[in-house]
């Protein structure tokens, strides 16, 4: 772990630089498999998941069957904790629903705006050792409180063309339309493009390796928009002597164990709980089952001194956090103050593994300081929002002659010629 | 013009093919000058502003006193169109603002989301023959009340070095903190990295040519958001026989002035009305300062007949219009079955120029059927959404076992730990 006392504001860019990906011999690869996938369709799809997935599959859509036999196989322990989720995960999203807001901004000008659902979305979730499932959770109910149409999930099958008991449970009950067994670049150009089998989708949604990654990039200039850029995941935690120093190591601990390249950050105004968590995150690391990835990521990570909260504050919102820990004193100086984080999690009783599972925010979050820019995933991020306007006689009447005479001086004279046309006809009917 | 009459719906996806865009040999040059401008800061937008905008300057930002001049050279009648579509504007995207969303999911489980403006972000305003002074306003008065913090400008300086007074004013009155006479490659580049005197930003807005497109997009690389991908402005008016036929000929050739690559598409159930607006149009056409690009967009043009509103409504749906005129009898059919378009005009009173001016809706809308996907331009363009949550001991109580459960069936176990050392300490606490 690296300890940093006091550092200097202009060391700061510097102490909180994410470690670089280069994509640039990717892209190759990925350029290819789009190019074949679009032409050949599903015979690109089948051979690249005989490659890379190592399985020749009679089918690649997940069947009803298999839909049967998977809600009958998965445990009841775990179908009750995805459904507590769900429950919590519905409430936080359906309660982000907006309505039309309408304003007649001139007597006669009715302008309105109205959110409506985005018809055929893509979901991806990577296969790997773990099943994610609960990403699915994150994804599909805002998607289906949205109204999408057409909610697709692409997951890699396993070498027995098998998919995880636990993500057909969770796409199931959390409306997903049509599940295919399809997974990494092969799966994102499917989407992209459509195949015999696979529909093509308008935005696509989900977490992957950095060659699910650069196919999601690709796919922007196809026309397909994407969630947000990618980047490891990373938790930034800023702790007193208020905080539990077992806590804080528990935390920083769980974001550690999501790969070597987790980022990991206490930020702290005690020297005391420095040197605490320090003590927990070695004796706590001894019992984890993904030591040995957590051990990498804790070896990169920093724990900062700094003298003061308005120091610390503006250390956080440079670095802009994907997930954000609060355990002070001063709690409400840093959540009214924080700018720029994807999460945050308050007090000594909010551990991030909340967040990822179940309190009912959403866990698909903006990282590598992506949170100054981009919201993490929403309701509305599967929707867009639309104007409308209504103007009556009265209404072009009283903003008309702004609109002509800006229309001339941008020297846009159709624009307005529509204009001018419209008030001498109600010129003519009043006269 | 190119009238097709009921074409089958086979056809549709041929008939409303956009002009492709060839971007390829673009990006040598625009990754040539990103390069540049990283590396030597001022001196390289000095050098690429010599070569494109043949001028030397000694100051690439606007001085308060050129401010002041094209305050008192700005006619007056431009000054107080300005103002009138201002207070529309302020007026609609005030309305968008949203307060604090507060769910307690469970008992003790309490979860918010919030918005909070994006610190810095960057306009870019062409040049070019007219000063489009209006997407200053559809872009800086939205950043304000968001609350962003530097608000920066960049636009091309003419030969002479100077900036167009109503682009100055418009800056001005809106809130822009800081104008720089930079345009084209090096202005996206500069505010992508930041130079000795332009601050880098968090997103880019604005219009813009190939070149500037492509930079855009090279942005996104390095970090940066942009407003949305951009394609050549397009209309499309569903219009029967309540309609005027001079009226729909005017704000067809409105979006035709645009440029020669503009998208202009009648869709009508009436075979008259064709006949009535192709004559409107040519009557109209001969009147208008921009002729030559308008008539190369108009032969372009696509009249399509269909027979009922059904067809017309899938039609239009599967292009998505930018802009979306509707004079029909039956007008609520199509606003409330649109599924796909920016913003949508209604009723023979509202044309496309209201919208693009001085009604109050934004004129910044996705073009090149990004409808599917993308929002236009809104008060939400300048936020990002955050998430908030806080948990008390009960709320961890009765959420951890889920959580516990689902990290051990994701295979996480220091999530699972971080929950279970809080349940741990509660017991102690309570036995």
Redesign the interface.
Known sequence: MNKIYTPPPNDWKEILRRPTQTVEDIEATVIDIFKEVNQKGDAAVAKYTSIFDGVTLKSNRVSSLEIDQAIDAL?Q??K???Q??K??IE??HK??Q?GR???E??PG?S?W?EK????KVGLYIPGG??????TILMLAIPAKIAGCKEIVLCTPPSKEGAVNP?IIYAAQVCGVTRIYKVGGIQAIAAMTFGTETIPQV??IFGPGNQFVTVAKQLA?KY???IDM?AGPSELLVVADDTA?A??VA??L??Q???GTDSQVILVSTSRNLITAVEKEIQE?MS????KRI?QKAIDNSKLIYVEDDATALALIDEYGPEHFIICMENEDFY?NG?????????????????????????HTL?T?????????V?L?SF???????????E??KN?G???E???A???????????T??LD?IKKATS
């Not at 590598?368 to 993490?376: P, T």
């Not at 929707?383 to 006689?393: C, D, G, V």
């Open positions: 445990d322990e775990v009750a904790a995805i507590l989720a429950n919590n409430k936080f309660a982000q907006t807001i309408t304003v901004t001139t000008v302008c705006q409506r659902p985005i018809q050792t773990a099943p994610l499932f609960s636990a308008y935005k922007t026309g397909v928009a850029p539990d077992a806590f528990s935390d601990l769980s550690a164990e999501h706590q019992t984890l089952s993904r957590a959540v924080i700018q720029n984080a994807g999460s945050v999690f308050i007090g000594n009783y909010t551990p991030e593994s909340a967040g990822d599972y179940a309190s009912g925010t959403n903006p590598n300081g992506y949170a100054k820019q981009y919201s993490g929403s509305d929707l867009k929002s639309m104007t409308f306007q209504k103007i009556s006689e209404g072009i903003i002659n702004a609109i005479v800006m229309a001086a941008e020297g846009l004279g159709a624009h307005k010629n529509a204009v046309l419209r006809k």
